[in-house]
């Protein structure tokens, strides 16, 4: 299968009628293409890279958690779906840090994991002492059962933190 899309691809390079004129120079639409793409993709990566603020890094073509990367299998490039169990023991100490920046170039958004628990309970926790807000994503899937104290951010997390509050 990958030689058939190399020789359709290849095939394209070599047929492109279509040529556009850029800096004095003709140069076929499919190479045009190919450098729009590939000057997104470094803007990207730069792009993530300063969103999670140049922790130790991890770079990998997908989102782990995201297809295409949850569907791919787990290896040195591709982290996969399984990868926080497959590389619980090796993973933190791979970098040096307790908390590791995972930065996709293709597809997907920038994440961090830790194993500090501190990190851990105070994004988990969230709501009005933190500035982490959870996103509208993550909770989706405890909607189903109503609004509740997990799901719930903000002002309704106060509100229900209130009302749960005495029963612990």
Do not use: C
């Not at 993550?138 to 059962?145: D, G, I, R, T």
């Amino acid at each position: 299968m990958a030689q058939g899309l190399f020789d359709f691809l290849s095939s394209l390079y070599v047929n492109s009628s279509v040529q556009i004129r850029f800096l004095g120079h003709e140069i076929s639409l499919f190479s045009a293409v190919v450098a729009v793409f590939i000057a997104s993709r470094v803007f990207k990566l730069i792009h993530g890279i300063n969103a999670v603020n140049h922790l130790p890094r991890m770079r990998v073509p997908f989102q782990p958690l995201a297809a295409p990367g949850a569907v791919l299998p787990t290896t040195r490039w591709n982290p996969g779906l399984r990868f926080p169990w497959l590389w619980r023991f090796t993973f933190y100490k791979r970098y040096q840090s307790e908390n590791v920046s995972i930065v996709p170039f293709i597809s997907g958004v920038p994440g961090i994991y830790t194993s500090n628990l501190d990190v851990a309970r105070q994004v988990a926790a969230g709501g009005h002492k933190s500035s982490f807000v959870k996103p509208e994503s993550a909770s989706q899937a405890l909607l189903l059962w109503g609004m509740n104290l997990v799901a719930a951010d903000g002002d309704m997390w106060r509100k229900h933190r209130r009302i749960m509050g005495p029963a612990f």
